[in-house]
């Protein structure tokens, strides 16, 4: 119930911008800012996140984050301004974002013996909090009204508090004071932003957040533009989400597998630039093959997630790893939405834009490059 919280406040919104914008009052440029703000606030809360956890445990965290996730959700919907349904929209991603940090270890402390099938369906209901909203926010939006349609993800973060309110009540306290599946302190033994490993990491796993978030933002209003209607914008939204399961049940085997996987690499930038190309020249013609394209693409974000414990030796190097990836990752991909934006503003066209993500794709390349290489993060660091 917490995995399927935890993406719904972003697919929920895009395919129904251009409505909210029209009734709010807000012009295309802000989209790009709506956009920017999943990958800055999973930013932030990967910051301060655990410090909340040594302070007040993972019970009590993620219990707060799913009551952070339900509220910044409805009260949005009742936005009269653009301000409003910023801040408030930030405060269900902050709460998303914590969820993502806290939630692996939950499964690690409650379901040690069973890791492998809890990990699956805990990717499974991301990928599927991602997929619903953007499948069924217009049709119910055309319903009901927009409000409705954003507003019913609320309930999931409430009803997703419930049992860790039940969890907190059964163990009285002990949640604190248990340290199960929490990293142990250790002395600092390197600098990860010394490394080429780290480097090559962070762009991967940024230039992957960047390039996936753009597209959720901005592929309704390059449909819209080409003479979509804005539910079949959802539902290629929703279609790209989906294509992306294949990509995390199967690149972290395929990884595992190989001694130097950059090759792999070489392939989803060739789906990416296919499917660039395809949205830009033709976007109504072959649509379904361009969204299967693009929605394979970003495999090299799970591919990243497994190369940080392949790419290391030691606990302390797979969490300095993680954060530089992370931190250095999402701080950059929170600006690809934003400038997306702002160059379809200025060009009025979408050659501009699509000319970023090619620049992109460039360094992701450059940076698996790096990452790939058959090495340990310890020995570069």
Request: hydrophobic content about 55%.
């Amino acid at each position: 119930m917490s995995a399927l919280t935890l993406r719904a406040a972003v697919t929920a919104f895009s395919p129904l911008a251009e409505k909210i914008g029209a009734e709010i009052g807000y012009g295309t440029g802000i989209v790009g800012v709506f956009g920017m703000l999943p990958t800055a606030m999973f930013g932030l809360a990967g910051l301060v996140t655990p410090v909340i956890v040594r302070r007040f445990g993972l019970e009590r965290t993620v219990f707060v984050a799913m009551l952070l996730a339900g509220t910044g959700s409805l009260v949005r919907v009742f936005s009269t301004g653009t301000a409003e349904l910023l801040a408030f929209s930030g405060v269900a991603l902050l709460g998303m974002g914590i969820g993502n940090v806290v939630i692996p270890p939950l499964v690690k402390r409650y379901f040690g013996d069973y890791l492998a099938v809890i990990s699956s369906l805990y990717i499974v209901m991301v990928q599927l909090s991602t997929v619903i909203p953007a499948f069924i926010a217009v049709p119910v939006a055309e319903a009901h009204g927009w409000r409705i349609s954003m507003g019913v993800w609320a309930l999931i973060g409430f009803a997703a508090a419930v049992p860790w309110f039940v969890v907190l009540r059964g163990r009285r306290g002990r949640d604190v004071v248990d340290t199960t599946a929490l990293p142990e302190p250790a002395p600092e033994t390197g600098k990860a932003w010394r490394s080429p490993v780290a480097w090559g990491m962070a762009g991967m796993f940024g230039m992957t957040s960047l390039t996936t978030y753009a597209m959720f933002a901005w592929l309704p209003k390059i449909l819209s533009d080409a003479g979509a209607s804005a539910g079949y914008g959802g539902t290629m939204v929703g279609l790209f989400a989906l294509i992306g399961l294949v990509g995390a049940f199967g690149a972290p085997v395929v990884v595992s597998r190989m001694r130097n996987p950059f090759p792999v690499v070489v392939g989803c930038m060739v789906l990416f630039t296919t499917a660039f190309v395809g949205l830009l020249v033709a976007p109504m013609h072959l649509t379904l093959l361009w969204i299967v394209f693009l929605g394979l693409g970003p495999s090299t974000f799970p591919m990243a997630l497994t190369l940080i414990n392949l790419r290391t030796r030691t606990p302390q190097g797979s969490a300095a790893l993680s954060g530089f990836t992370q931190g250095v990752g999402y701080a950059v991909a929170c600006t690809g939405p934003l400038l997306f934006g702002m160059l379809h503003t200025w060009t009025g066209g979408w050659l501009a834009p699509f000319c970023l993500l090619f620049v992109a794709i460039g360094v992701l390349l450059a940076g698996a490059w790096q990452a790939c290489k058959p090495r340990m993060l310890e020995d570069t660091w």
